[in-house]
């Protein structure tokens, strides 16, 4: 060679909105495969780059599948019928509001008392501050089998670091 050197591979940051949109493309595939089809219009995308607010309501006639990502990572995926507000809405930044909450999660994880800014009893504060949320709303029309499906696949193909 001529003395140059291979440039070395660009450390590429994980882009979220990036993760959700081809997902969601390779979900359409796999409802139809499921008997469930979907079309790309169904699934309205809400992004919410740090910081963000957590969402007023549920809008009427939705269930939806909503992402927190942050500490550069999927941190949980979950779900919301059409009767769920509260888990839509609030739930996940508060630790005391209801099991499996990702305000929980974080509280009880060690890893967390090493990431700046977070504190264990505010644990709200930090996800609103410094994570990103995608909303994934859905049809009503699609039922709960699609929206099931919909979070399944999120989960696999997301890895959240908690589930459940």
């Not at 969601?24 to 607010?53: I, K, M, N, W």
């Not at 549920?58 to 779900?79: D, E, I, N």
């Amino acid at each position: 060679m001529s003395g140059d050197s291979t440039p070395a591979v660009p450390i590429v940051q994980n882009d979220w909105r990036d993760d959700i949109e081809r997902a969601l493309a390779d979900f359409l595939t796999v409802a139809e495969l499921a008997g469930h089809p979907v079309s790309a219009s169904d699934l309205e995308r809400e992004y919410f780059p740090a910081p963000h607010r957590a969402p007023s309501r549920l809008p009427t006639g939705r269930m939806a599948v909503y992402c927190f990502w942050g500490s550069g990572s999927w941190l949980k995926v979950g779900k919301a019928g059409p009767n769920s507000q509260a888990r839509y809405t609030s739930q996940h930044y508060n630790p005391a509001s209801a099991p499996s909450t990702l305000s929980g999660s974080l509280m009880r994880d060690e890893r967390m008392k090493a990431v700046q800014g977070f504190v264990v009893a505010a644990p709200g504060d930090w996800i609103k501050s410094s994570c990103c949320r995608v909303n994934i709303l859905v049809p009503v029309r699609l039922g709960p089998a699609t929206l099931s499906l919909l979070e399944a696949f999120l989960h696999v193909r997301l890895m959240p670091r908690y589930e459940g």
